[in-house]
């Protein structure tokens, strides 16, 4: 059972990226998604969630207005598309999937399973 990020690289500020989350092992289609980020030293950061349907959406502050969350239960793929991107966004990016929604699934205890990071590096 696997969840596999991508995406992830090194852009000037104010660029773009796409980072995908591909499941594999078993659907994950009627899990809640989400996207967290961690840097060195610092707790894993809650960036974004999905509920399974896409019919509700959750941002940090930080990334509102600049990041979108959606998915493609199709193809049981999460994406998270960033724009307009900032040096504080370098971080290693992880996808996660959380099988019940609550009230919003923000912390890391609400998932239950992982992907291997992506690195997203934004330069000055």
């Known amino acids: 059972v696997q969840l596999q990020a991508s995406g992830g690289g090194l852009v000037q500020a104010g660029g773009s990226l796409r980072l995908s989350c591909t499941a594999s092992?078993?659907?994950?289609?009627?899990?809640?998604r989400g996207w967290f980020r961690q840097t060195p030293g610092t707790e894993r950061e809650f960036v974004a969630a999905?509920?399974?349907?896409?019919?509700?959406?959750d941002y940090a502050d930080s990334v509102k207005g600049r990041f979108t969350i959606s998915r493609d239960n199709a193809v049981d793929t999460v994406y998270l598309q960033m724009n307009s991107l900032k040096p504080e966004d370098t971080a290693v990016y992880y996808c996660?999937?959380?099988?019940?929604w609550g009230v919003g699934p923000r912390t890391t205890k609400d998932y239950d399973y992982w992907g291997q990071g992506t690195q997203v590096t934004v330069s000055s």
């Open positions: 999905i509920d399974r349907n896409g019919g509700r959406i």
């Open positions: 996660a999937g959380a099988a019940i």
């Open positions: 092992g078993r659907a994950f289609t009627g899990y809640a």
